[in-house]
């Protein structure tokens, strides 16, 4: 008979004595359960004693906690938060370096314990530490631990960052403006000057008074650190006021990180991060990867002011623009003197560049987005890449053909798809790692990027053959071109080119033509009734296969409070699909994590259910938060007995799939993941083309007929990579 729902069978040590193997009731008061324990080694004082588990986090249980204990957990009987709060702020005040020095290290261990940090807290602990810095007397791993343990405290989010004073911020920016300093100290001094920025509108301003950007550049070049760097120079950009985004100084390498707009865009700072991360000789690590895509992401972004600014028809200078564009493309120095006969020549002259309005082209640009975003990028163009401009231009423009390419509307449309493929106005997702390294290879990135696409949509249009009439179906081909490659991740500009080249007109239809046969394949009955036959058996096999994956395990991120996020945790299914392991990891592991690392676990038999986005308690937790559409689409948690959950976003769409898939498979409910209605359809029309292809193979004699065999079923393995 299985032991009641509220009895866990737990085994608690204490140094020096043989453990207590006793059956916790979870219905009794925690208090009264420490009691019983401490009278089982003649222990006084219980109430001056409290559990903590003996692996992983060694946390403190709490009666809110305790709801956690599993059965088969190994608990210490230790002393209490209080207690330990008031030791540990009696010695780091003490005299004694060598007792300082440990009492500094248990704290910035025990920082990380919810429960314990509020009675440090409480003590005006973080004030003592504080204090402890501002003196500028601490160095070395004492430095190293003091800072440790006041950002896992700040963290816990009990404080108001507000409450910092200007000479703390003074000190620890002193530590990142210092040429030799201790790698622990610059990480940790990075990562609080990012947390004041990302936690108080105030301290932004503070902050950014102190550093410069020629000061953290000096950082990039050190692989230690230059992940912080890149932290602190985003967190810095998206606080930043919108006015004070776009300002341009002269000498960038002098100006605050409050003027963002020319640093990102100036040579030395994208050189150094091209150069040093991400073709430095380490790979790059999901946390490097997400700081690269939010630095891309925000740099894009500055872009969102022109791109939703209408064009002024009655502003000059403005319209000049327009008919720069004019001049480049016609040489229009021999214009006629004539009003009227100016007027025409104009008229004539912007019909051939493909604007719409060709009486007045800058009505083109009142639509936002793209806005006056389009017209930099044709100007950028012409000036720029002028033979490729004129080329363009007029090689449509002589057409009569009705086939000619309408370059201003193309580039005005192009514009704004560029816009919504790259997200410009949108804010950095969440655990989002999605960067382009060939972004970062030119100093003029986006307007190259525009100078490739422009050229594609030109020779796309030819290939097509099309006119005006076939705009629609062109843009979307040229969409497809322009995302099919940014998925192969060109390293440079001219990869991109290179892989553009590979996607013309007719390898998209190959394409289109291939994946409808994978989803449509044949339609009459006899293929139908092969179809059903088939389903069963493909679906066994995808179910196997996702619980192989599900046994290799999967690492995740744990969300924290603050944007860099340096946590993980691990989970696979047991070799025998009945119990999921889990627990915490130091670091984002190079392949599988064997089962004695993972310390938690849940029977796959206490499971209720799976639920995904918005019901996941994670997710309704951070309602009051801006929830990203992202996080929301890869967020699913278990629920299990008695009122437990465990929560999780994955890392991408696939493992979201794989484990959301599996998790309804062991549990006896249908899949039904975008994943596997693909492999579906995949292996079912893989499946049979091999059994069709084996009916087509056979020999039929003249006479007489013998009976006629089955087709040979054929059987592989399904490797989904």
């Not at 580039?411 to 816009?419: D, F, K, P, V, Y």
């Not at 390898?507 to 994946?515: D, N, P, V, Y």
Request: contains cysteine; negative net charge; hydrophobic residues 40%.
């Amino acid at each position: 008979m299985p032991p009641p729902a509220d009895i866990v069978k737990v085994a608690i040590e204490w140094p020096g004595a043989n453990a207590q193997l006793i059956e916790m009731d979870q219905k009794r008061p925690l208090s009264s359960i420490i009691r019983e324990v401490c009278d089982g080694w003649s222990l006084s004082g219980a109430e001056q004693f409290a559990l903590r588990y003996a692996d992983g986090p060694q946390l403190y249980i709490t009666e809110q906690s305790r709801g956690e204990i599993k059965n088969g957990t190994i608990l210490r009987l230790a002393i209490s938060p209080a207690r330990a709060a008031r030791q540990l702020l009696e010695r780091i005040q003490s005299h004694g370096i060598d007792a300082r020095l440990e009492a500094l290290k248990e704290l910035a261990k025990l920082s990380a314990d919810p429960t314990f940090a509020a009675e440090f807290i409480n003590m005006e602990g973080i004030g003592t530490l504080a204090r402890l810095v501002e003196s500028g007397t601490h160095f070395g791993e004492m430095l190293a631990f003091t800072l440790t343990a006041f950002l896992e405290l700040m963290d816990h989010g009990i404080v108001s960052w507000d409450l910092i004073s200007l000479s703390f911020i003074k000190q620890i920016a002193g530590y990142v403006n210092q040429p030799m300093v201790d790698v622990s100290i610059l990480q940790r001094s990075l990562a609080i000057l990012e947390s004041m920025v990302l936690n108080s509108h105030s301290l932004y301003h503070r902050v950014a008074q102190e550093i410069t950007v020629g000061q953290l550049i000096g950082h990039l070049s050190n692989q230690e650190i230059q992940t912080y760097a890149i932290a602190l120079i985003n967190a810095l950009f998206l606080k930043a006021p919108e006015d004070r985004r776009q300002e341009e100084y002269t000498n960038p390498l002098e100006q605050h990180l409050t003027e963002m707009a020319s640093t990102l865009a100036q040579k030395h700072l994208r050189s150094i991060i091209l150069n040093h991360v991400i073709r430095g000789n380490r790979p790059i690590k999901a946390e490097m990867a997400h700081q690269l895509y939010v630095l891309q992401v925000l740099t894009f972004n500055l872009l969102e002011e022109r791109m939703m600014t209408k064009m002024d028809p009655n502003d000059q200078t403005q319209r000049d623009i327009i008919f720069e564009l004019r001049r480049i493309a016609f040489d229009g120095e021999n214009d006629p003197t004539g009003t009227e006969k100016r007027k025409a020549m104009y008229t004539k002259d912007y019909k051939m560049l493909g604007f719409t309005n060709h009486v007045n082209p800058a009505m083109d640009f009142t639509q936002t987005p793209p806005g006056m975003l389009a017209l930099d990028n044709m100007l950028y163009l012409a000036k720029v890449h002028q033979d490729t401009y004129i080329r363009i231009v007029l090689e449509n423009s002589s057409r009569e053909d009705k086939h000619e390419c309408p370059f201003g509307r193309c580039a005005i449309e192009l514009t704004r798809m560029l816009c919504e493929i790259l997200q410009v106005g949108e804010l950095p997702n969440e655990g989002c790692n999605d960067y382009h390294p060939m972004f970062f290879t030119h100093d003029r990135a986006w307007e190259e990027f525009f100078c490739v696409c422009i050229q594609l949509l030109n020779k796309t249009w030819k290939e097509m053959r099309a006119t005006a009439e076939d705009f629609n179906k062109v843009m979307q081909v040229v969409r497809e071109q322009i995302t099919r490659a940014l998925a192969m991740k060109p390293s440079s500009l001219d990869q991109l080119k290179n892989k553009l080249r590979g996607l013309n007109y007719s390898e998209i239809l190959r394409l289109r033509q291939s994946e409808r046969m994978s989803q449509d394949d044949f339609q009459s009955p006899p293929i139908i009734e092969l179809r059903e036959r088939i389903q069963p058996e493909i679906l066994e096999l995808i179910k196997q296969q996702r619980f192989n994956r599900l046994c290799e395990g999967s690492c995740f991120r744990k969300l924290g409070n603050r944007r860099r996020q340096e946590k993980f945790w691990f989970c696979r299914l047991s070799l025998n699909h009945k119990v999921l392991h889990y627990g915490d990891l130091d670091e984002s592991p190079q392949g599988e994590v064997p089962f004695e690392l993972l310390s938690d676990k849940i029977p796959v038999s206490d499971i209720k259910s799976v639920v995904t986005g918005k019901d996941c308690p994670h997710m309704k937790e951070k309602s009051a938060l801006k929830q990203n559409k992202e996080v929301l689409e890869l967020a699913f948690s278990v629920l299990y007995d008695p009122d437990e959950t465990l929560n999780f976003v994955a890392p991408n769409k696939y493992e979201y799939c794989i484990w959301t898939d599996g998790l309804c498979a062991l549990l006896g409910r249908e899949m039904g993941s975008d994943l596997t209605r693909s492999d579906l359809d995949t292996l079912i029309s893989m499946e049979m083309k091999l059994r069709l292809l084996d009916l087509e193979n056979i020999t039929i004699p003249e006479a007489p007929p013998p009976v006629p065999k089955e087709p040979s079923s054929y059987n592989f393995t399904y490797n989904y990579s």
